[in-house]
């Protein structure tokens, strides 16, 4: 978290490709595209992988924004879609798309995304 801190306090801009809770939410939204390929249920496909696409891409467009509460707006968002993304993960489970426990590894990622995001947050409104 130090060196995200750094990271966004610095005068020269270095890019959101480096935080580490856009890295992570990228790479939750590649498994949650590449388990969904063959899923016939559109719907709830197409709305998952919208989530799961909006959490990065949002870390990504507030960073480039000009100011720190543009930013935090958009952590916000990606919060939200996070949380979205652990309630269709439930869902795709109760259906039975999804296995237990991978729907339950899923969700301990989000989780934890949810955290950084949280910790970012916090870290632009004290800075």
Known sequence: MEEQRQLLTRDSYESFEKLEVWQKSKD????????????????????????????????AEGAERLSKAEFRQFLGYAKGSAGELRTQLCIAEELGYLGAETAQSLRDELIQISKMIHGLIRSLSST
């Open 28 to 59: 939750v939204a590649v498994k949650v595209c590449r388990l969904m390929r063959d899923w016939r249920d559109f719907g709830l496909r197409d709305q998952m992988s919208r989530s799961a696409v909006s959490i990065s891409s949002n870390i």
